[in-house]
């Protein structure tokens, strides 16, 4: 997953706090938390620290090892490297490469025409009453 290439990190890495990975949906926090967070949480429950966690359904999840980051970091901890750490640093620069093109190319706007109206829907169905549509709809 690193972005950067011929640059390996420890997986150390992964629990800094400039680590701009994030997990692609938990079911269990109910959003797409930040890797290094949830580290955090992992880091928490196995120093029986468990109380200071917010999301105990997070601390289920990883005492009974069901937790995704906790697979994650496994993974990283295997192979000696971390797999799941963006810097922080490159993330800005490619925010700052877009903004700098946002200004280059301006968008191109629709022009929505002031002589449009609204029509009621019994003109748009040339019917005269409601009642009409519904004998209608219903013959």
């Given at each position: 997953m690193n972005t950067e290439h011929n640059v390996t990190y420890l997986p150390s890495a992964s629990r800094g706090g400039d680590n701009a990975y994030y997990l692609n949906g938990c079911d269990t926090a109910g959003h797409c938390p930040a890797y290094a967070a949830c580290l955090h949480k992992i880091n928490m429950v196995e120093?029986?620290?468990?109380?200071?966690?917010?999301?105990?359904?997070?601390?289920t999840e990883?005492?009974?090892?069901?937790?995704?980051?906790l697979h994650m970091r496994q993974e990283e901890d295997l192979k000696g490297v971390a797999l799941y750490y963006i810097p922080r640093a490159s993330v800005k620069q490619w925010?700052?490469?877009?903004?700098?093109?946002?200004?280059?190319?301006?968008?191109?706007?629709?022009?929505?025409?002031?002589?449009?109206?609204?029509?009621?829907?019994?003109?748009?169905?040339?019917?005269?009453?409601?009642?009409?549509?519904?004998?209608?709809?219903?013959?």
């Open positions: 120093s029986r620290r468990d109380a200071e966690v917010i999301n105990q359904d997070c601390t990883i005492r009974k090892g069901r937790c995704k980051a925010d700052e490469l877009a903004l700098t093109r946002e200004k280059r190319e301006p968008k191109k706007r629709s022009v929505i025409s002031t002589k449009m109206h609204a029509k009621s829907i019994l003109d748009s169905i040339d019917q005269t009453s409601f009642a009409d549509v519904i004998n209608q709809a219903t013959a």
